[in-house]
């Protein structure tokens, strides 16, 4: 297939969700999709030939912190990310638009662009739309995302209003710029909690032309309700022909009613930056592994799993390699919990083709929680 063709399989009764299939340079990507973030060219802890069995298809990378290290003259060099990093499947690059939103105490925004002062020396840097879209073609990613500013939580109207205005003038700038064979761009949807400015930027886009669409914006510290807001106030404006991808959004409860939504695409640091921190994800929730409680626990991270973690070791020894600071650790809890996101996206796919996905939410919200959990975009 082309890149950029996305079929849309099946679409669930009752529900926004369907099954689809986005082809890309470096092959399909099926959605839902729930896409592991490796900001630093590496999925933390993890191998590729690791990602590849637990059956992920697409990573991320971040062009901010890959241009600043190791600096995409040595990326480009070494023959592009993908053989940088020794991945042969797709990779979304994100344009560093979210760093403006992250790292706000080091930059200052203007017409053209972000001035940033580096989180790792001090050293300034400019990055806009133009330079942003230079980076994603050397580095070679299959989807590179338009520069963007990411308004925060709360903001006035005003802001969100300049905030819009100046993601749109940057996207009609980035979808100007020549690309690497075969990459795909998504715009960007912002707006912040005000409907009739994500209608405004959503419009704008589309006009504009984009292989996929994102929801940027959400969940950078409104509540839940409101996460659920701006995901809606967005998506009923896009192109049902087009991925939609949800912005660094990771909690299974916020996953599963975005895809009620309509919502395919999802990216989130927390399978691994949790893992790091002793978190451990199951099918009804999340535990701190390195608590007390189980420190003779026989049992494996979530029973049930069939992942390596879990078929050869106890939740005993796993907490003993946190609490006295092995590596190995924090490997096993990644392991187990980027198989238990994987085997979550299966499952919501489970549902859609068997028609029951709307029954599924339903049950999975009132089982999991509150999606309260604290996603992220930076590793």
């Excluded at 500013?149 to 205005?165: G, L, S, W």
Aim: net charge neutral; aromatic share 8%.
């Amino acid at each position: 297939m082309t890149p950029g063709t996305f079929e849309i399989l099946q679409q669930a009764p009752g529900a926004g969700a369907r099954l689809g299939r986005l082809w890309t340079a470096h092959g399909p990507v099926d959605t839902p999709v729930f896409m592991p973030v490796g900001t630093q060219a590496t999925v933390k802890a993890m191998t590729p030939a690791e990602m590849e069995d637990l059956g992920f298809q697409i990573v991320l990378g971040n062009t901010y912190h890959l241009n600043i290290r190791p600096g995409v003259d040595i990326i480009e060099e070494q023959g592009g990310l993908h053989r940088f990093m020794g991945w042969e499947r797709a990779i979304l690059t994100d344009s560093g638009g979210y760093q403006v939103f992250s790292l706000a105490r080091l930059n200052r925004i203007t017409a053209d662009g972000v001035i940033f002062q580096s989180h790792v020396d001090g050293a300034t840097h400019v990055l806009g739309p133009e330079s942003a879209m230079a980076i994603q073609r050397r580095l070679g990613s299959d989807i590179a995302m338009v520069f963007d500013e990411c308004a925060p939580y709360p903001c006035d109207r005003k802001y969100a209003c300049q905030a819009v205005e100046r993601t749109l003038a940057w996207a009609a700038l980035c979808a100007r710029q020549p690309r690497a064979a075969g990459q795909l761009v998504f715009g960007i949807v912002q707006g912040s909690v005000y409907a009739d400015l994500r209608e405004r930027c959503a419009r704008g886009l589309i006009e504009l032309g984009f292989d996929g669409y994102a929801i940027g914006g959400v969940s950078v510290g409104e509540p839940h309700a409101l996460i659920l807001q701006g995901i809606e106030d967005s998506v009923r404006h896009l192109p049902a022909d087009r991925p939609r991808y949800l912005m660094g959004v990771g909690s299974h409860q916020h996953m599963v009613e975005a895809v009620a939504r309509g919502v395919d695409m999802f990216d989130c640091v927390m399978p691994t930056r949790l893992a790091r921190h002793g978190t451990a994800f199951t099918r009804a929730g999340k535990y701190p592994v390195k608590a007390a409680l189980y420190a003779r626990d026989p049992r494996p991270i979530e029973e049930g799993c069939g992942c390596y973690a879990c078929r050869h070791f106890s939740r005993a020894y796993v907490r003993h390699l946190m609490n006295v600071g092995e590596i190995l650790g924090i490997r096993l809890l990644s392991i187990h919990n980027l198989f238990r996101y994987e085997a979550f996206v299966q499952e919501m796919r489970g549902a859609i083709r068997a028609g029951g996905f709307a029954e599924y939410a339903k049950g999975f919200v009132e089982q999991y929680g509150n999606g309260r959990d604290q996603p992220g975009r930076d590793e």
